[in-house]
């Protein structure tokens, strides 16, 4: 199995900046995709960032040049930094991966457990 650990969650006034941290572990042969997404109070889940394993990057247009998505050389451990925060960024973020498993030919996706951000006006 495979567990993806998130942290870095908080509160935050308007215009400040914080970092999301995923670690993941477990049966990992490899990482084909890594992300985070977000889900606000009575609205669907959506992307905000995501990472392939040939460095591909893609974000919501809503974070664009406000978020990067990264990935620790040579590590299971994927970041998400965000800066010029606005409140409504609030909302609970999830990482997520898409893996490969030893002996196994398929990719499997995986979820945190979700970390909130709350952005003060």
């Known amino acids: 199995q495979v567990q993806l650990v998130e942290s870095g969650g908080g509160l935050v006034q308007a215009g400040g900046s914080l970092r999301l941290s995923c670690a993941a572990s477990?049966?990992?042969?490899?990482?084909?995709?890594m992300g985070w997404y977000r889900q606000a109070p009575g609205k669907q889940r959506e992307s905000v960032a995501t990472?392939?394993?040939?460095?591909?990057?893609n974000y919501a247009d809503s974070v664009k040049g406000r978020f990067t998505i990264s990935r620790e050389n040579g590590k299971n451990t994927w970041y998400l930094q965000m800066n010029s925060l606005k409140p409504e960024d609030t909302a609970v973020y999830y990482c997520?991966?898409?893996?490969?498993?030893?002996?196994?030919?398929?990719?499997?996706?995986?979820w945190g457990q979700g970390t909130q951000v709350t952005v003060s006006s």
């Open positions: 477990g049966s990992i042969f490899s990482m084909n995709t």
């Open positions: 990472l392939t394993s040939t460095s591909n990057t």
């Open positions: 997520y991966a898409k893996v490969r498993r030893w002996l196994a030919s398929s990719l499997y996706e995986y």
